[in-house]
């Protein structure tokens, strides 16, 4: 009786896809670290059912400095919108960046900017 195996062949992972494949970031060219100064931060979770990305504005825990952050996303929207009323371009850019529903919590909460 014969008691030697063989192993089995080794299966190749898939290759990984071309970058020109893969879906930009949309959250690319945003300063987040000046929003992690600030204690809030663009979350990107994914992508909905109609190819659109999932995107939420976030309260972080602590800044960068170690000071404690907003008290709850509520306090970062507040902060973010009333700031890109005053004309910043990076409030302005990170509300844009927010997908459909995000948006209209955003602006249900603290109005439109």
Same mark, same amino acid.
Do not use: N, Q, Y
């Given at each position: ?9 080794? %299966?190749?992972?898939? @290759?990984?896809?071309p970058?020109?494949?893969?879906? @930009? ?5 945003? &300063?987040?670290?000046?929003?992690? /100064? ?9 992508v909905?059912?109609?190819?659109? =990305?999932? +995107? ?7 800044? %960068?400095?170690? @000071? ?8 970062? /929207?507040?902060? +973010? ?6 004309? =910043?371009?990076?409030?302005? &850019?990170a509300?844009?960046? +927010? &997908?459909?529903? #995000?948006?209209?919590?955003? #602006?249900? =909460?603290?109005?439109? /900017?």
């Amino acid at each position: 009786m014969d008691t030697t195996t063989t192993a089995p062949a080794p %299966v190749a992972a898939p @290759a990984p896809a071309p970058a020109a494949d893969l879906p @930009a970031s949309p959250l690319a060219g945003f &300063d987040l670290w000046t929003a992690w /100064w600030e204690g809030w931060t663009l979350t990107f979770l994914g992508v909905l059912h109609d190819g659109s =990305s999932r +995107v939420e504005l976030k309260r972080i825990d602590a800044t %960068v400095d170690g @000071a404690p952050g907003f008290a709850g996303d509520h306090d970062a /929207w507040v902060h +973010v919108a009333t700031r890109a009323r005053a004309g =910043s371009a990076l409030h302005r &850019d990170a509300l844009a960046r +927010v &997908d459909r529903m #995000e948006r209209m919590l955003i #602006e249900a =909460s603290c109005g439109a /900017w």
